[in-house]
């Protein structure tokens, strides 16, 4: 599986971006997830989404500003992110596996930058 991230960019705090995470390869039985890391910090679970049943999964502490959600006819994970802070500036990146760890998603895209700004 290939995933290609956009939708980073520079936003006020507060503020809202939608990133999206086009897919090329099977990703049926898989899910499509956003991890993200910021500078100095380890790479971190954001959000999952299951391609087949549509299941989501959120970090608890992104749950009600971030929303996960797929375009299965485009092969398209996107990753609404509402009342940006300035703690959630990283490197955004989509990942193919399987839950909400880490080390089950084994296929990476390039990431995409947010940048919060306060």
């Known amino acids: 599986v290939q995933l290609q991230a956009s939708g980073g960019g520079l936003v006020q705090a507060g503020g809202s971006l939608r990133l999206s995470c086009s897919a090329s390869?099977?990703?049926?039985?898989?899910?499509l997830g956003w991890f993200r890391q910021a500078p100095g910090k380890e790479r971190e679970f954001v959000a999952a989404i299951s391609m087949s049943a549509g299941s989501t999964y959120y970090a608890d502490s992104l749950k009600g500003r971030f929303s996960i959600s797929r375009d299965n006819a485009k092969n398209t994970v996107y990753l609404q992110m509402n009342t940006l802070k300035p703690e959630d500036t990283a490197v955004y990146y989509c990942?193919?596996?399987?839950?909400?760890?880490?080390?089950?998603?084994?296929?990476w895209g390039r990431g995409t930058q947010v940048t919060v700004s306060s």
């Open positions: 390869g099977r990703t049926f039985r898989r899910s």
């Open positions: 990942a193919a596996g399987y839950g909400s760890s880490l080390e089950t998603y084994d296929s």
